[in-house]
């Protein structure tokens, strides 16, 4: 009754790993009780992902860096395939490679960025750099005209309509 109630009160690895990487020193609290504390949460986290050895601890921290590249499409799926195993509940390198490798081949929006700055899209236009010609959707943009002084040398307009300094 007592480890079913336990199991139950555990929390997720992520709560875990999440916790662990946020983890900062109290100021009224030791380096050895923070050290002891981050010591602690990464138990957790390893006991949870059951890892057993320092190859497997390794092919974690590996599987985790690449999950957080991923887009979110891309982390469903893979997260997806992880909730249905039994035993260790990651997948190795060589799986989650594969299984990424699929997912991109077989969605051709799965490599776009998952975030733009403000104001863009993810459509915006293309240009080659040796012909100026658009490749991409978006509308279509073209370089302006220089502008002269109303003495003729280029430059923009001046402020007053004072032409530069010669």
């Known amino acids: ?93 060589k799986q989650l490679t594969t299984a990424v490798d699929k997912f991109v081949a077989a969605r051709a929006d799965a490599a776009r960025p998952r975030v733009f700055a403000l104001g863009q899209t993810p459509r915006g236009p293309r240009f080659t750099a040796s012909t100026g010609a658009q490749s991409g959707g978006g509308k279509s943009v073209s370089p302006a005209a220089p502008r002269a002084f109303s003495d003729g040398q280029p430059g923009g307009p001046r402020l007053g309509g004072t032409p530069p300094l010669r």
Do not use: H, P
């Open 1 to 93: 009754m007592k480890s079913a109630i336990l199991r139950e009160l555990q929390l997720s690895s992520n709560v875990y790993i999440e916790r662990f990487n946020t983890c900062v020193k109290a100021n009224d609290e030791t380096f050895v009780a923070c050290a002891s504390k981050l010591r602690t949460l990464l138990q957790y986290y390893l006991e949870s992902r059951e890892v057993k050895d320092f190859k497997n601890l390794c092919d974690l921290l590996i599987c985790d860096r690449i999950k957080f590249t991923l887009s979110e499409g891309c982390l469903k799926y893979i997260l997806s395939i992880e909730s249905g195993r039994t035993g260790q509940n990651w997948l190795t390198v």
